[in-house]
């Protein structure tokens, strides 16, 4: 049945290759050779359907694309949440990595770190000399010294692409920031005896992840970060010591506190996001 059902069908089968190679031999053209469709419509240069002159052009991370501007300056608003004005300088070492650092002034208590420290308290080393910690420390309103912000990171770039003559690009960045905050304690309602001055040092270790995007420009460009991140913040801060002195007027014990000359540290989780613009520069 198998060898009947063979011979019966071989002829079909050459006729159809034949009919094959004649449908090939008419419509094959030359490279740049349009037929009568092809002059009939043509897609505007600006369509995504003409890969000559479409406006989206996107690359890989092997892209051709290089880096015009190698050096930027970017102002954070966000930070002036943390009470913190900072300029941000990068320098591109070349189209993948970048390098950067901020200097900065702490005019105020830093009001993130506020919520942070009560929300997730001790988060790693619980073991605080003391219930006299950052938590309570920041909540003074007696900001007492403006103080230096300093931060340095470096930054992976990839995925870089034009659309509509603005130049993007992803990137990783990690870093560090370091600034410090300077209170004057309540001595009264906190039961402190002695000097009651306290600095918290933050230093604060990151990851974060962004957006890059550069304006078209010949010297000077506009350009601006949009960026999420997370990492652990150590905070170093003064030790005060509790001590019990009985009050035979009330009959009760009161607890007071006396700053030692001790430093300890703290490490809590934090969250980074941001919108930061500038300019860049040959």
Known sequence: MIRIFNITLLPF??????????????????????N???KNYVPDKNSI?????????NTS????????FHNIVVFNPVLLI????????????????????????????????MANYSITGNFINGNSPTDLG?????????????????????????????????????YLETGVRSYSNSFRLDAVAMSITGNSDVTLKNSVYYLAWGRY??????????VHHLFIGAGLMNTSYDVFMPSSVYNPASGYAITTYTKNGNRANQLYPTVLF???FGIAFK
């Not at 006729?15 to 190679?21: V, W």
């Not at 359907?49 to 052009?57: C, V």
């Not at 991370?61 to 015009?68: A, E, K, M, Q, W």
């Not at 995007?213 to 506009?222: A, D, L, W």
């Open 13 to 34: 089968l050459a006729l159809l290759c034949c009919l094959q190679l004649v449908a090939l031999s008419g419509t094959a053209q030359t490279p740049g050779s349009p």
């Open 274 to 276: 941001g919108y930061e």
């Open 134 to 170: 950052p938590d309570k420390m920041i909540t003074s309103n007696n900001f007492t010294g403006k103080s230096f912000y300093f931060s340095l990171a470096a930054r992976f770039y990839f995925i870089r692409h034009y659309y509509d003559d603005l130049y993007k690009t992803r």
């Open 49 to 57: 359907f003409n890969s000559a002159g479409g406006k989206y052009k």
């Open 36 to 38: 009568d469709l092809d």
């Open 82 to 113: 943390q009470n913190i004005a900072a300029l941000q300088f990068e320098h591109r070492l070349s189209n993948w990595i970048g390098v950067q650092g901020g200097l900065g002034l702490v005019f105020g208590p830093d009001r993130f770190n």
């Open 213 to 222: 995007m550069e304006t078209p420009g010949k010297r000077v460009v506009t």
């Open 61 to 68: 991370t092997y892209s051709p694309l290089v880096v015009n």
